[in-house]
């Protein structure tokens, strides 16, 4: 059956277009990525090596001016603290949209979608609200015991903003990869003894398994490279990694001291990517709906 | 029977058609010849990889004849874009368009001819009535069921009245209950617009049932055309004799002179023997409701081949029993017995079996290798 | 005794399975739920808000920042410049994209995949990277500060999404329909614009509205590329947070939301349309 389709089909094609005329539509787009997008990032990786002088300076630097290593080291927690929080919020989310009804499935997909579609800048100025002295946050806070927390200003407040903005992706590889499941497993392992909540542990969350490591990866690469955020809701005292390169850009025009965190940073994210895709869950599982902050 | 007559001019002529893919070593279809008279139901039998499909597709247009011609009512069609055959095509998946819905799926070829509006309206109307979906007319596709998507499909291939219906395993798709009802409607289609249909399949029962006609594909050949009964009743190869329907098969050797099938110590009755066979290794081939079963050889037929056997199983299929034999050599047969009348022997008993050598047919050997099976279980 | 303990072991499960979802559960969803939803939904009272710090919930209501938005030359240059690049990007994207998906899906090379995984290279890599790296050259060749600057940038974001939702749309289009149209006595044209093209649209759609979200929302680069002489909407809103403070900002997210919701939304309604019908 399936391989009569297929012959059809590739029989189809010699008769009606020569085979892969259509490859050469990829070359514009192709180009215009390569000068503007892998050229430009190829500049960088070289500034960070040759600039000012040819060599290793900018990094051993990073390692000796006090401020780059703690810097990464807290963009690393801080992205690990994201992906985790992230991922306890949306696993139960992920799990209820596999056992509503298909209408109620919708109203959760598009609330899951809704930080994704709202504007970066409005969604910020919205936690810059919340979470400023005397906002709605601390006033609640007050009224439960905890006086004078604000989180403006801090790593905390930043990691609030970004596990929002990050939910959908997470929600959404572990919604596909719940999916999957069939829940008749769980009765299976109910009827060979075990409770369900082991039934759950052992059967239930195995299986989901590719895709929490797809959307924690997701999520853990997206938080690395963060700027907006940080920018708004942080402070220059306990600035991320993105501050400190766009300021030596934009201040000191240090395009290789900048280039070499940026290296690093882009190091980083390419191992994860590496690794992630070792174990065959790459992020693509999501489909492609990604946010630049 | 004469080419330059009236009669013959009408028609699909294959004439010595190959195909060979760019990359591959072998013809996927490898010179064959085939006549297709006007009206005529005819399928192209074969499992899949067999060449049926892409003579098919070679008849439509979408594949490029390497060698050989194809001629419509005498003219060469060989090289002419698809679209002007004048064929109509139906598809496995339906290859409906999923935007339009079922009368303007319809609609469309009278569309590309330009067909006055009231006319389309008209035919298209006609036509939905006849594989009875004027219900549905205002329908998209994916709101029809399989079978409804195929009926549309076949009525969208006709309306225009081509030349002639090709469809490729149009109810490969449809589970069985469907494609019994749908192999109905396409026979009654066939009755009533009297029309070329060429149907491609790979499912025996479907091409006896609906063919005038069949023409058993193998690697790229016609190993067979001939009516249903003739293939069944007298296969002319071990492949069409293996491919339609089930089978006992005897392994010997031939002797034209004394009219026997040489057998082990047997020596089987075989009147009106191709000549080209003496002395080849041939196989007697018996279908399973030739085959009587008697308690020992005093009751079988002065004039009928009888040989021994051991009964391996009996199974019920409800309008018969299906028993399976083994005989001395290790051949394994099969044997259908009415349900009525009482049964000779029990698994692991003895039996004897016997046939009328009319109802066998004697074909060569496989090319004498060792694989081939000695002798066909049920389903092969 | 047995029997007891059967039932009784049984009877969450059935309820569990019947009636969707426990309360725990529906508690757990709900906050999550709201924490979705809160800071979408602050921006559109606080852009009705009186009084002229970013005080919520507002104690007084009027327009005034909605007037002060669309009243200013600034705010509505800003709005003017990002929607113009927005449209151009979606443009070229949609272009760029729709020629890489049919490129993609329509013919077999080598080097295929490669050329696939280049395309989504702009979403995953660090955004402040992509934004220093374009700044840098960008000063070289003189683009920073120039429109077509802005437009090439962000169709290099951009790009990702139109191939995706191009691509998506291209494969799931049964190309035995081609076939079929041609043995209907069809020729290629009409094939492809009766055929193809309605099937494919919204796909297209949906590329061009993502593409000039893409854009109109796009910070990070935009904050490099900006001069005194153009900037776009959000980095005029940037500036407005960090530099002057000016509640203008929240008339101009109210703004940005809608207009984002519905430029994203109005593909998906003429797509279910077309499935409904």
Known sequence: MTTTTIKARSQGREATRPRGRAAWFVLPATALLLVFFFYPIATIVWRSLTEPDAGFGNYTALLHDGLSVKVLVRTLVTALIVAATTLVIAYPYAYAMTKVRPRTRAVLTVIVLLPFWTSLMARNFAWYMLEQRGGPIERFLGLIGFDGVVLLGTVAGVTVAMVQVMLPFMVLPLYSAMEQIDPRLLDAAGSLGAPRWRAFGRVYVPLSVPGMLSGFSLVFIMTLGFYITPALLGSPQNSLISQVISERVSKLLDFGGAGALGTVLLGVTLLVLFIVSRFGGPARALGGAVTHD | ?380 | MTEATETREREPVKAQRDGGIGWGLRTAVGLTALLLIAPTVVVIPMSFSGATTFEFPPKSWSLRWYKSFFGSEKWMYALLTSVQIGLLVAVAATILGVAVALGLTRSRFRGRGAVRQLMMAPMIMPGIVVAIAIYGVFIRWQLNGTAIGFVIAHTVLALPFVVTAVSTSLAGYDRTQDIAAATLGATAWTTFFRITVPQVLPGVLSGFAFAFVTSLDEVVVALFLQTPDIQTLPVQMYNSITLEIDPTIAAASSVMVVATTLVLLVPQLVRRERRTR
Request: proline content about 6%; overall charge negative.
């Open chain 2, 1 to 380: 029977m004469n080419p330059n007559s009236q009669e013959a001019a009408r028609g699909i002529r294959i004439k010595g058609v190959s195909k060979l893919y760019t990359g591959t070593s072998h013809p996927a279809v490898d010179e064959v010849s085939l006549d297709i008279a006007d009206g005529e139901f005819m399928t192209f039998l074969g499992p899949s990889g067999s060449g049926k499909t892409t003579m098919l597709s070679m008849l439509a247009g979408f594949v490029s004849v390497s060698a050989g011609s194809i001629e419509i009512d005498g003219r060469d069609v060989s090289r002419l874009k698809p679209h002007k055959r004048d064929l109509g095509v139906v598809f496995q998946q339906y290859a409906l368009f999923p935007h339009l819905s079922v009368t303007k799926n319809v609609a469309f070829p009278l569309q590309q001819r330009k067909t006055p509006k009231a006319e389309i309206a008209r035919r298209v109307a006609e036509t939905l009535d006849l594989v009875h979906l004027g219900d549905y007319a205002d329908r998209l596709p994916g709101q029809l069921s399989g079978g409804q998507q195929q009926r549309v499909a076949l009525a969208r291939a006709v309306v225009y009245e081509p030349r002639a219906l090709l469809m490729d395993e149009p109810l490969g798709a449809l589970d069985k209950r469907l494609r019994d009802q749908l192999q109905r409607e396409i026979a009654r289609m066939h009755r009533e617009l009297g029309m070329t249909f060429i149907f491609v399949t790979h499912d025996q029962h479907e091409a006896l049932t609906l063919s005038d006609r069949i023409a058993v594909f193998n690697e790229g050949r016609i190993e067979q055309v001939g009516k249903p009964a003739d293939l069944y009743e007298r296969p002319e190869t071990l492949f069409v004799a293996e491919f339609l329907g089930e089978s006992t098969g005897f392994r010997g050797t031939v002797d034209k002179a004394a009219g026997i099938l040489r057998c082990g110590g047997h020596e089987l009755r075989a009147p009106r023997l191709d000549p080209e066979l003496d002395r080849c290794a041939g196989v007697a081939v018996v279908r399973p409701e030739r085959l009587k079963l008697h308690v020992d050889d005093t009751e079988v037929h002065a004039e009928h081949n009888h040989i021994g056997a051991t009964v391996t199983e009996i199974v019920y299929v409800g309008d018969r029993h299906q028993v399976g034999l083994r005989f001395a050599d290790g051949t394994k047969g099969l044997a259908s017995h009415p349900v009525g009348s009482p049964l000779p022997a029990m698994p692991g008993e003895g039996v004897t079996v016997s046939w009328d050598p009319r109802h066998q047919a004697i074909v060569r050997d496989h090319a004498g290798g060792p694989a081939a099976p000695a002798a066909v279980p049920a389903g092969a």
